[in-house]
């Protein structure tokens, strides 16, 4: 799955919905101080996955970091959301959310991905901004994300360095 938007580097803003609800938010998560969202980041990242199960793709979209990239990166991250959701619906591929990982405004959600020939471990970062966690456009990269400040990008190295750790410990589980 990560081959699939390896290619997504810039992020899409402004896209309006198509009508697709998605499923319904949770309560507010507690032990995010002042941050106010009615989903963890790894709900966000549980509904990114049934949006593009759906074929809501315009749905999953929205759910990306809303910073203005221009219009040819938009559309290019379209067709590489579209294939991602093409891919979960015709060719088995499949991700799943096990555990998150909150720095402040930043976090970062651990999930197995499944289909054909493949069982791994893969990471997932987010961002909070304009009351809710929004994933990175590239999905399973930070590092391409506008608009980070220094803080910001420090804690999404801390969280790779978590990631690193913590998807060693799960596999020494398997």
Not at 31 to 37: E, I, V
Not at 46 to 72: C, H, I, K, P, W
Not at 99 to 105: A, K, P, T, V
Not at 122 to 137: D, E, Q, T
Request: charged letters at 25%.
């Amino acid at each position: 799955m990560a081959a699939i938007v390896a290619g997504v580097a810039l992020a899409l803003t402004g896209c309006k919905s198509d009508g697709d609800t998605g499923p319904s938010p949770a309560p507010a998560p507690a032990g995010q101080g002042d941050l106010k969202s009615n989903l963890t980041p790894k709900q966000t990242v549980q509904s990114f996955r049934d949006v593009l199960r759906g074929e809501m793709v315009n749905t999953a979209l929205f759910m990306l970091d809303e910073v203005d990239y221009g219009s040819q990166a938009a559309e290019l991250i379209r067709v590489n959301i579209k294939k991602m959701s093409d891919d979960m619906v015709h060719r088995g591929l499949d991700f799943r959310p096990l555990e998150q990982e909150l720095m402040h405004d930043c976090a970062a959600v651990i999930v197995r991905e499944t289909g054909p020939n493949r069982n791994d471990l893969a990471v997932i970062y987010l961002i909070f901004r304009n009351n809710r966690w929004h994933i990175s456009p590239q999905v399973w990269s930070y590092e391409r994300m506008l608009n980070l400040d220094s803080g910001q990008r420090s804690r999404f190295s801390d969280l790779q360095r978590w990631y690193q750790i913590r998807r060693g410990e799960l596999r020494a589980l398997e």
